[in-house]
């Protein structure tokens, strides 16, 4: 047996909270995860884990060992990184996670010519808005929509995001425009419901340096952001939502943005990944394709003030 792959099990298991867990985690069978902690005992000659049919726990000893077997892991990991990365071409799977709208109008269009380029690599995208947990769901880099949580997780900015109102030129041609954003209550407007609290989110402006809300009269209001743009795009009113969601319809014309002198800024677009995982070429090389896609997103960006 490799004590080193039986460290790798034995972390798992403690890491997952249970044996069936992590043989999922790790793609084999729960009686292989279970032979192998216990070999790894016998060979230590103590106990790791106290277990009944309904729960676990590390004993002393078993704490002990994680402490230590995690320290080993992430050194020899460091040393794999260091010698082999640089030289080795990206390969296996990446799980990634992010926002469903930033999936599917931005990352996902353009992942065909990322995996061109690496062909021994293969993503599993998954798109979703709750925070998870990257550890406890084996994601190795995920895209976020606001403030970065404080943790041992490396994270930058990719994206500045911007509140921007805009309507179809179809109602343009209706109504008319506000031209500041005091007039707003005079015109049909579609407000964004935060799906928990069941409030509606205010719109933000910017004027001499200092941010100031309202929130518009209007008709509609909705949970799902893709709906309320669709909505504004048939004419149905005028929307502010955050820019990295309106790029596409404001490129294509379908939508004209509003009030720009107003715009005010609206939480980042960050990416984030462990820091122990910051050298694997598979993480690099993703992480470089983001920072380029949201560099020329910006670059082409038609909302700018």
């Known amino acids: ?21 992590a043989a999922a985690k790790l793609g ?13 005992e016998a060979h230590f000659g103590v106990k790791l884990l106290n277990r009944t049919t309904r729960s676990m726990s590390l004993t002393d000893e078993g704490r002990r ?12 990991e460091e040393l ?48 979703n808005d709750r925070l998870i947990d990257m550890v406890d769901e084996g994601v190795d880099v995920m895209l976020r ?3 970065l949580p404080d943790s041992a997780l490396v994270g930058r900015s990719v994206f500045k ?32 419901v ?6 509606l989110r205010p719109w933000s402006f910017q004027q001499d340096g200092q941010t100031f809300t309202t929130t518009p009269r209007g008709a509609v209001a909705m949970d799902h952001v893709e709906s309320l743009i669709e909505m504004a795009v048939q004419g ?16 294509s014309g379908a939508l004209v943005p509003l009030l720009q002198p107003w715009q005010a800024a609206a939480p980042d677009i960050s990416i984030l990944y462990p820091q122990r995982q910051q050298r694997a070429a598979k993480i690099k090389v993703f992480v470089d394709f983001i920072e380029d896609l949201f560099r020329d997103l910006a670059l082409l960006d038609v909302t700018a003030a």
């Open 236 to 251: 149905g009113g005028i929307v502010q939502h955050m820019s990295v969601s309106l790029l596409a319809p404001l490129r």
């Open 1 to 21: 047996m490799d004590r080193l792959d039986a460290l790798k099990v034995f972390c798992a298991v403690v890491d997952a909270g249970g044996f069936s867990r």
């Open 145 to 147: 929509i606001g403030q």
């Open 194 to 199: 935060f799906p928990r609290a069941r409030q």
């Open 80 to 127: 794999e990184s260091a010698l082999g990365d640089t030289l080795r071409a990206p390969r296996g799977l990446l799980r990634v996670d992010m926002p469903g709208i930033v999936a599917r109008t931005i990352v996902a269009p353009a992942l065909p010519r990322f995996l061109a380029a690496y062909p021994e690599l293969s993503v599993r995208l998954s798109a």
């Open 28 to 40: 084999i069978s729960t009686s292989s995860v279970t032979h192998q902690v216990g070999v790894l």
């Open 161 to 192: 995001n911007r509140f921007i109102c805009c309507a179809s030129p179809a109602f343009i041609a209706r109504h008319g425009q506000p031209r500041h954003p005091d007039e707003l209550d005079r015109y049909p407007c579609l407000n964004f």
């Open 65 to 76: 060992c994680l402490e230590q077997a995690r320290r080993l892991l992430d050194e020899m």
